[in-house]
Structures are given as C-alpha cells and as structure tokens.
C-alpha cells in the first residue's frame, strides 16, 4: 500500500512509464519498423477520470479492510488485455468496484464474504490483476461489488526442504514469493509473462502457463494441495505427491478461477536453483518443417525446460531474427546432472528436419538469439503501453491443438485473422505497413503443440475495442471450429465465454453449475465467469 | 461370452485354477515357507451356489441385452479384494446383480439407463470386475440393480500416429487393447496388477495406477479426452494435449468411479514400443538409506520407468531377496534413445546412499532379482487364491505420503497393523510363524513416495471377513491420522469410504453431490460409491 504504485491503467509502475520524448521517438522507431502507426496520445490522467460514486458505503468498524479511493477503484477495474489497456488510456472505467477490500488474513476474507452476502454484494478475487481475459472485470450492472484484493497474503509461509515444497499465500507475487524460496536455494521456476505482478492464487485460479515448455506447463502440475475460502466453509485438500481418492479435489479448484472459492494459499512443488543449463537457437528455413522436429522432440521423453518454436514473422518482430527463418529456442537445465547429451539429442533431431543450431550455451546466458528472445518475452507488456499510445493494435490468442491437425488448424486460423484484418484495418495486405500475424509455439506435448498467435496492426483510434473483438471473435471461431482450446493458458474469463460454452462438454458445464449453487448459494463470487450469474 | 470362462468367485479363468494335487503340494509349500496355513479347502462349486432370485424380469424385446443368468450374476456380485475372494470361495454373493447387460454400443448403454430408471433399478458399471474397494458390489437393499458389462466395447477406433493417441472403448481389457496397438508398433504401456482383466474405462473411472514408477503414474497422465453416457446427455470432452479452459473436465470423470456416468470410450496418450531398456536391482542392508537413495532419485529428474522399493521382507517374500536386504529395482525405458547415462546417474545416487548395484541388463531381460519381481508381481492375484483356500490371509493397502513425514508415518503403519494382527490372528510375533508385514514403493514422486503394504497372516478360517476388517480399518486409522491418502490407486469405491469422507475437503464433497444430483437425479449409477445414496 506504500511505496511505488502501479499504473492506474497499463503494464508496470508509474514510474516506468516513459517520458513525451522518449514516446515521440519510439513511435517514430516504430513507424519505421512496422509501417503503421501515429503520433502518441496521453493517456486520461487519474484526476480526469470520472467514475461512478461507490454504491457500497464500507462499515466504519471495519477500518482499513475496505477502500473506496479512485485510485485503488479504477486500477481494479479492468484486466491487462489490449481492450483493457485502449479503455484504460482513454480513461473508460464504466464499471469500477464500489469498494476495494484488503484482508490480512483468512477470517479478514471471510469477513469481506459476509458483509458482502449481507450488503446483496458481488465479490471479485484479485490477485495482480494481469487477466487478459476480462476475469476481475465487473460487468453486474446494477449489482454493486467489491474487489477482494489479496496482495496483503504475500508470505512462503513454511518450506519443507525434504519434500521440495512451500506453503505460500495466494497473494505472493512471482518475484515475492522466488525471493523468499531463493532464501532456501530453492525456487517454483513458474515464470508466466504477468510473472512480476501477477500472484500465485491467480496462477491456480486461472491455471497459468508458466517457464516449462514440457512436462510441468502449467502451475496444474505444481500443486500439491489448495486451501480456500467458500462462502460454504473452508476447502482444504491435504498434502498428497500423489492420490486416487475419486476426483481430484484441487483440479476442481484449480481453473475455477474464484467461482467457487477465494484460494487463500497452496502447498506448492518447488525444486533447486538449477546449476546446469544448455541452450540454443536452431534456424529453419520452413515453419512446418520446424514444426516436425518440435513434434518429435516432444515424443522423445527428453523433456527439454524450452522448446520454443517463433516462425519467422514472430523472430523478426521480437528482434531475434531477420525474418527469413524460423527460430526454435531450445533449452536444458538440470540442478543434478549436466545437459549437454539431451541437449545433442534433441539438436540432432532438429538437424534431421532441417534444422541449422547457433552455439551451445551453458550458465543460464544463453545464445544471442536466445537472450534477445526472453529479454523481448518479460519487455512485451511494457510496450504493449506505447503501442496503445502510438495507434498500434497489439493482441495474441492462444490455443492447443493435436499434432495431426495442426497443419490446416493453423492455416486456417492464420488465414482467418489476416482476412478479418483486411477488413477492419486500413492497410495493404502486403509489404511495408502490412498487419503481421505471427506465430509462435509456448509449450508443446507429445500429443501436440501450444500455438501462441501475434496480432500486429494500425489500429482505429477511438474504436480499438470493436476493432480488435472482431479480430478477436473470427480468431476464435476459427480455433473452436478446427477442434482447439478456446484458451491454453489465458484463462476463460468473461471474454472467452461464448467460445467456451462451445467447448465444454453440456453435463460438465451442468454439474459446475450444481457445484458451484451449492458452494455458494448467493452468487457472490465472479459472477459471469465461467457460467452465468444465477 | 464364449469360449473361456472367469472363475466365478477368484482371479483368472476357470482351466487356470490349480488341481487338488497342485493345491495340497502348495499347502505344503505354503506352511514350510511361512510357518502357517492349514490343510486346503475348496470353492463351493456354482451349482451348489444358492441366490437371491432376480427381482428385475429383462424386457423380451430387448433380446440378448441382458442375461439372468447364474453364472453371470453369481461373477459380477463381488471385486477381487481378500474379501471378495474370500466370500466367493465359500459361496456367499449374498447381493449379486439382479441382471447383468452387455450392451455392444453407446445406445444400447442408453437404453439400460433408460429402462432401468423406468424400474427404480440402480446400474453399476461392469469392466473387469477387478476393484478391491467394493466398487462392483451392489450394497442397496431392497433395491433392485443391473450390473452394466462393457465387455462387448473392446476395440480400438482409431489411431493418431502423428499425435500419438489412440480411441479406445472402455471395455477393452490390457491385453486386447495392447494387442491392437501393437499391429501400429504402439503401446499405452499401462501395467497395473490386474491388466489381464480390467479395462481402460475401469482404470479412468478409478485412477488407476501402472507401469511407469514416475511421471505417468496415474491413467490421468495418459488421458487425452473422456467420453461417457450420464442420464443427462453424452459427455465428451475435445481432444486437447493441455487446456487452461476452466477445470478441467476430464479431471471431474477421472476417479468418478460410475457416479457421473458410464465412460463409454476414451483419447489415450500411446508411445512407441520401447527399444532401449536398461534395469538393474540394487540391495541396501537399510530399508530407510534405500529410501534416501530413491527420494534423491525422485527429485533427479532423472524420471526412472522403474523405482520401486521392495524392503528386505517384501523382497525375501516373493523370492527376490534373502531377507536381509532391501531392493530397489531401477528401471529406464526409451523409445528414442540409449538410457545407460540415466541409469549410471541413479546409481550413483544409490551407491552415495549404501546402495549395492547389481549387473545392469538391457533389452527387457533384467537382472535376476527384476526379472523374479516382475513375475511374482503378475502372479500374485492367482497366488491370492490359494492362500485363500490354504487359510492364509493375504492382502494389500497403499496410499501416498510426502518424504518429510514417511519416516514416522511408515514406522506407525506398520506398527498399527501388526499390534492388530497380534491380536485377530493367533501366531507368534517373531520368528517362524510370525505374520509378515512388509512394504514397497510402487510409485515415487519429487515430494513422496506411495507405501504399498503387504499382509500376510495366519486366517481365521470361516472368520476371515471379520478379520481382515478390523486390520484394515487399523491400517485405515494409521494413515488418515498421519496425513496419507486413503488410496493411491486401489480407488474408493464402498470399502474406504468411512476414511474418505474423512480426507476430502467438505465443501468438495457438497459441489460433488450437487453435480451427481444435477447429472442422476435419479441416483441411478453406482448408489454409495464416493457419496452416500440419494
């Protein structure tokens, strides 16, 4: 609550934001580079934003559990998706929270859940606030609601070094929690792009993609138990490595994201500080043939920690690639035994399909194109801000697809967002100043890859959102008609739903809904999200 | 339905049960190597089985769909635990199906739902019979049931090479669905004890547990999509290698154990064929160094096939050991390429902890001591059936605990029982005679291990149900209180629910009646299995 405060309405801290000048000059860098783009606007200063007085009035004997601020309302009202941040720059925060709570404690939130009952009040867990997928949005109309604030619930609140695992707060940012476990040489290595505001409770709530392109993907296979607040009582699994006591409790929690409790804590897998790494940039002229050597190194069981593939469009936006190749980033890392053999392993596998590697390298630095590959990674969400100011439209979507249609899956989806494109945004189709969809694969499996999909393009200023949901609506029908997931990694939310509803087997969305009626008879919690409000 | 029939009442098929020489030789055999066990006994005969008449009369019109039947009543009233087994022997099926259905195809499956609603009669899914934990037998009073055989879905539909997976109806059993895969030069290579005789929708609907002693333990791992009847519609969920599409559907089928629905067919995760091997036994003179050697093995991610720890009475008991040592039996299998390097790793980890390594052997023979494990392993179902009629009993419980507390957990389970066992069993508590409890690990993860505990013991004979119940609720009590789970693989089914209830999360519990009562108001599939009846 002291110190740096964060952006009311992009990435990062108000301190990063970048001065006029150094925005003037990159939007002329970015001019150059992409062909489109204007002249950057300011963002709506907090002071000039207008929102809706609160409809909540917080109890005075409550102290400081509660907020009614502007600022601590606006900055929770919207997630981080590129119509998140276009609403935020131009100061539109419709449906703020009448009130911001920030319990301390468990009793604390199970205070804010029954004042709220009480008050005929919606609550919205809120963790760093990363969601790119409307999850902490508000969209109640009249129904009043609060945004139940974790980041109070920030310690590794016990380390058990034999097992490997920690007991950590949901409200644990990446960097706070890894820097109590460093403390221990030990670390959770679950490195999601939001990694540095985004908490733990929000991983398993949404189940978050993180550092691991094979075998441990998602923060699903790093949960050991979950601990959370229902408004029926307290959910608590125990500590298992492993069980087959029906079903599993913690993967009924673990995506709920907060439908059906406030996760309050977790026991985690962590592991040591890796000593040995290896890893390596491997050209390829073709993306499919690319594809072909990701596809059987990810059936080889050697398990690489990165494995991920950028076609040539994705290599040359991100700075690590001329645009003439693809670009398969792979990396090894063990804390027991060196990597070196796996590591040739899998070159040779690429080599076989075409494959051209750069230097091996050890120690964590990496290759070039490796470093300039992540450092681009973590950057993205900064500069997603000046995109926005600059007229730029900058959006991904995410998916996963078996490995035998991923061919005409992709095809088909790419062709499908660059003919939305063409028509919604005014630019030619080719050459300089064309729109760029790119793609890039962030986890693979055996049985298929995790395409990540980029969407660069000038934007309409002032009808961004309508602009980027019509990309985004022809995006996903394409993805639910070829078979894929409507999200791997970004969570449902609220704007994934009508792709979702899609999805979802019917008695499955059925006995949610009986689940979730049950846990929580009011519909205090997310409501939207997942199912419709009772 | 034709050719070679089950045993009614024990494991294999009726030529395979051993003749009255056999048996009086093994009696033999029996006392000399245990110091207990009396004169054998026989099974009472089908013929002289008496049986409650059905109270359902099969619709004429529905022709071979249901069977009354003795013979296929009298088979699917009971699993195959001790008590089963033992209940069978002396013809006690005091509660077997009223009728037994065969459906061939997912609308047949429909219409029994159908008719038996239309009865108020309960159906209890059928695959190979084999659960230990009640999960066939009806327990329902006055209510009449069908017990639901989904042996006549036995194929594979279809193959993806390319992703590797492979749709597979849920009756198909081990052997048949291998036997397909293998004209593909593929393999689902999941071994559990009893893959002779259960089936895939079996092992999904109760998590069943295999061959790999690390990374794919569970058939969860190796799920790729479920598809299952419920009285409120097909549920089938998309072919995805991972999804962040809210909780995971396949997670709420898995382990449901029939209360959802009837898993009609699944998307499997295959591999090819295995063609470098590499395993090796090494003897520890101390069961608890072993352990250190195989948690430091665990969190290697080195990912062993094999790792499984037998201490020295466990090992001496099924004649791969002298008693004096543990054995650890290391295995590492690959596809893709040589496993010597992995193996070297482990071993030095074993070594570092006192471990004595034997020969390694490659190409699938394995050391002596892999090889007379593996078999006593398979054979120990039929074994099962002699001791029953040579008044020995014998019988297993397992279950799952972090490293930080298996040391005194271990030391307290085995100590409850065996103070139990002193007092149900008439023997002496050391020396020749004395009971055996003994234990391996079947399956070893980065934060524990799963105990699997052997128990071997003078029976009472006529008193053997009584008997093993108050040693297994002792077992039970030792591993709720010390945090286990009441299963790691054996399921929940009716037999454990007391200590299941008792290790779920409450408000788990309540969201997984509502979604029973939302998917079978009617409370037609598998009444007291994971919930109470309705």
Redesign the interface.
Known sequence: MTGRRLKHWGWGYEDQAPSREELAEAATGIRERLGFGGEPEEPVPLDQVEIRPSRLKAPADLGDLFSDQKYERVSRALGKAYRDVVRGFRGQFENPPDLVAFPRDESEIEVVLNWCEAEGAAVIPFGGGTSVVGGVEGRLGERPFVSLDLRRLDRVLEV?A????ARIQAGATGPRLEDQLREQGLTLRHFPQSFEYSTLGGWVA????GHFAT?Y??I?DLV?SVR?I?P??????????????????D???????GI??VIAEAWV?V?PRPEFKASCGVEFGDFLAAAAAV?EIS?????PSNCRLLDALEAATTGAGSGESSLLVLGFE????PVD?PME?ALEIAREHGGAPGEVRGGGKGSDAVGTWRNAFLLAPYLRDTFVACGVLSETFET?????RFEGFHANAMEAVRAKIAEVCDAPTEGPGAPRVSCRFT????????PYITVMAPAVRGGEVEQWDEIKAAASEAVIEG??????????GRD?RPW?DQ??????A??????????DPAGLLNPGV?IDPA
């Open positions: 058990d034999k097992s490997l695992a949404t189940r978050a993609g075998l993907t998602h699903d050991e959370a229902t029926r009582g307290t959910w608590e699994s125990r500590r298992l490595p492993g069980s087959g006591a029906g079903p599993s409790p993967r009924m929690l673990i995506g709920s994201e059906l409790g897998r592991r596809r059936q080889s069981s050697l398990y063990s804390a027991h035994h053999a392993l996963a697809i078996t490995w035998d986890h693979v499996y055996p049985d298929g890859p995790a078979g894929g997931t409507i999200t791997h990694h970004h969570a449902v994934h979702y999805q979802r087997p019917a008695p499955f059925a006995g949610l809904r009986a689940a979730k009626a049950e846990l997942l």
